[in-house]
């Protein structure tokens, strides 16, 4: 099922919009400001945001500058009542992958999602590095730096940390990660995966006791939101 953030504060737009989207077999979340909006998107594993340009608190553009600023390429369609080109090249030139002006047909609105999808990559292959808050992981130099100063981690908890970031938003179970990272042939336990994990978190993680990047899905396994 496919994950959609719906960043707008028009009630009876979002009323509709989660009615319809739910009935299309999507999972719909929804926040009515851009501050919420910015840090779920930046956050979350969503696979697409619809994204209004007037918000409270912080408007659509500066939402999306952020987000494209942290090296988040969730795709983005944004939503205005504004028609004028000239909102439309703002968007586009920050990052938007479309855009769609107020009032729309429900129809085009869906077709434009379910192409955004089609195209959308579901995992992320940073080619070089990753940086999120005040870490820098850097993958060609096997190497990850905190506020500036390099961080200690062995080669297991290195490789851990590549493979959540470029499965970022993505659950994954603790199985793929032992096949995934400690190889096939090898015979660790899943409670390994929770041991390294545990040890990743005390070095990445503002407050390891309440993780905010490295989060745990109850049942399943793990999810990166860094």
Same mark, same amino acid.
């Given at each position: 099922?496919?994950?959609? =953030? $719906?960043?707008?504060?028009?009630?009876? $737009?979002?009323?509709?919009?989660?009615?319809?989207?739910?009935?299309?077999?999507?999972?719909?979340? @929804?926040?009515?400001?851009?501050?919420?909006? $910015?840090?779920?998107?930046?956050?979350?594993?969503? +696979?697409?945001?619809? =994204?209004?340009?007037?918000?409270?608190? !912080? @408007?659509?553009?500066? #939402?999306?500058?952020?987000?494209?600023?942290?090296? %988040? +390429?969730?795709?983005?369609? *944004? !939503?205005? /009542?504004?028609?004028?080109?000239?909102?439309?090249?703002?968007?586009?030139?920050?990052?938007?992958?479309?855009?769609?002006?107020?009032?729309?047909?429900? #129809?085009?609105? !869906?077709?434009? %999602?379910?192409?955004?999808?089609?195209?959308?990559?579901?995992?992320?292959? &940073?080619?070089?590095?990753?940086?999120? +808050?005040?870490?820098?992981? +850097?993958?060609?130099? /096997?190497?990850?730096?905190?506020?500036?100063?390099?961080?200690?981690?062995?080669?297991?908890?290195?490789? !851990?940390?590549?493979?959540?970031?470029?499965?970022?938003?993505?659950?994954?179970?603790?199985?793929?990660?032992?096949?995934?990272?400690?190889?096939? @042939? /090898?015979?660790?336990?899943?409670?390994?995966?929770?041991?390294? #994990?545990?040890?990743?978190?005390?070095?990445?993680? &503002?407050?390891?006791?309440? &993780?905010?990047? %490295?989060?745990? #899905?109850?049942? *399943?396994?793990?999810?990166?939101?860094?």
């Amino acid at each position: 099922m496919k994950r959609l =953030l $719906l960043v707008e504060d028009e009630p009876g $737009l979002v009323l509709t919009l989660r009615d319809r989207l739910t009935r299309e077999g999507y999972a719909f979340e @929804n926040c009515t400001d851009g501050e919420s909006g $910015l840090e779920r998107a930046a956050r979350e594993g969503f +696979d697409l945001v619809l =994204l209004d340009v007037m918000l409270p608190r !912080l @408007n659509g553009f500066d #939402v999306l500058r952020e987000l494209r600023k942290r090296g %988040i +390429d969730t795709p983005v369609i *944004m !939503l205005t /009542a504004k028609g004028q080109v000239v909102d439309k090249v703002v968007g586009l030139k920050l990052g938007a992958d479309d855009y769609v002006t107020k009032p729309f047909e429900m #129809v085009e609105l !869906l077709a434009r %999602i379910e192409a955004k999808l089609r195209r959308a990559p579901t995992v992320a292959h &940073p080619s070089e590095g990753y940086h999120f +808050d005040d870490l820098r992981v +850097d993958f060609r130099r /096997a190497e990850v730096l905190k506020g500036g100063e390099p961080l200690e981690l062995s080669a297991r908890e290195f490789q !851990l940390l590549k493979y959540f970031i470029e499965h970022r938003g993505a659950t994954l179970t603790r199985e793929e990660l032992l096949n995934e990272v400690w190889g096939y @042939n /090898a015979m660790p336990s899943t409670r390994t995966v929770d041991v390294h #994990v545990a040890w990743l978190r005390q070095k990445i993680e &503002p407050n390891p006791r309440h &993780p905010q990047y %490295i989060l745990t #899905v109850h049942g *399943m396994g793990y999810k990166f939101a860094g």
